[in-house]
């Protein structure tokens, strides 16, 4: 059983992961902004207050742990500006996981960032751009900075997420001939990540995630 610590833990993805890693048997420390007021601490759930793009704030939450989740996002209503949060939190955290030696990051993303880009059908690709263009410029960036790094990494990209409960019968895609689009929901790609710590088989992967 791992220390995990889950940056963007309050809502969406990261929350589910919390639950599920718990429900596995880690310890969890929850990173978010408002992790205080989202959980209540228990023997194996610590809450951490924090901004994922300051130094000081990632710095402190890394003592002591041993695999780092980063799972975060960006409200709705910011996807019509410049987005630079998966970049500028990415850059931080990589540089403090490897100032404190830990070697083991699983980063979401999403599908269409990366290099499987390229799988999206051109009739989904206007909409894309439109909606999701200034985020997933970031997240392109985000990935690089993860690839380049020398940490266990694997990037973890499902597709359009849904708030169905767990399933267990998705589909982990990881050669770019089978990369496609399709829905999930974050509770299994909770369960995907779970099952990803401490699991040197997922080391250097980046899967699509779809149902």
Not at 71 to 98: I, N
Request: glycine fraction near 8%; include cysteine.
């Amino acid at each position: 059983m791992a220390h995990v610590l889950v940056i963007g833990a309050s809502s969406g993805i990261g929350r589910e992961v919390v639950t599920a890693a718990l429900k596995a048997g880690h310890s969890v420390r929850a990173f978010s902004r408002s992790a205080s007021k989202s959980f209540t601490p228990t023997d194996h759930l610590e809450t951490w207050d924090g901004d994922a793009r300051i130094e000081s704030d990632v710095d402190s939450a890394l003592e002591g742990v041993a695999v780092v989740v980063q799972a975060l996002g960006v409200p709705v209503s910011e996807l019509f500006q410049p987005v630079d949060l998966f970049s500028k939190a990415t850059r931080v955290l990589v540089d403090a996981m490897q100032r404190h030696n830990i070697k083991q990051l699983i980063a979401v993303t999403g599908f269409g960032a990366g290099d499987c880009r390229n799988a999206i059908g051109l009739i989904q690709s206007i909409p894309f751009r439109l909606m999701l263009g200034r985020a997933y410029d970031d997240k392109d960036v985000q990935e690089r900075i993860i690839k380049q790094s020398n940490l266990d990494w694997t990037i973890v990209r499902p597709g359009v997420l849904t708030n169905s409960p767990h399933s267990g019968r998705y589909r982990v895609l990881y050669e770019p001939r089978e990369w496609r689009n399709g829905i999930i929901s974050r509770a299994d790609v909770a369960d995907f990540i779970v099952g990803a710590i401490n699991n040197d088989e997922m080391i250097g992967k980046e899967p699509v995630l779809v149902w």
